[in-house]
């Protein structure tokens, strides 16, 4: 699986964005999906995850309330829609496909990774 994030960019506390990323290769519709974030001098932490069907999907605790995650099988494509933004969302943000079809917050039970697309939010 090949996986092209995009969609980040330069954009005001308060703006919303929304990332894609487009998968090729194996069949998308059998790995769960998810995003993670790295900013700048920090580790890369956990964002949101989603099943391969769809059906479920799981946001982390401190964005659940402004990220969503979801995704179109027919599109080969996963999305984070972003909104409220801070000074503190500013990172990379990188998708990746997971061979396990369910929720994973894990880094590691991801295989495949984007090249990540960057987020900055000015105050």
């Known amino acids: 699986v090949q996986l092209q994030a995009s969609g980040g960019g330069r954009v005001q506390a308060g703006d919303s964005l929304r990332l894609s990323c487009a998968a090729s290769?194996?069949?998308?519709?059998?790995?769960?999906m998810g995003w993670f974030r790295q900013a700048p001098g920090k580790e890369r932490k956990f964002v949101a995850s989603i099943t391969a069907s769809g059906s479920g999907a799981y946001v982390t605790d401190s964005v659940k309330d402004r990220f969503t995650i979801s995704r179109d099988n027919a599109k080969n494509t996963v999305y984070l829609q972003m909104s409220s933004l801070k000074p503190e969302d500013t990172a990379v943000y990188y998708c990746?496909?997971?061979?396990?079809?369910?929720?994973?917050?894990?880094?590691?039970?991801?295989?495949?990774w984007g090249q990540g697309t960057l987020v900055t939010v000015s105050s």
């Open positions: 990746a496909a997971s061979r396990w079809p369910v929720i994973t917050t894990v880094r590691e039970n991801y295989e495949y």
């Open positions: 290769g194996r069949a998308f519709s059998d790995y769960g």
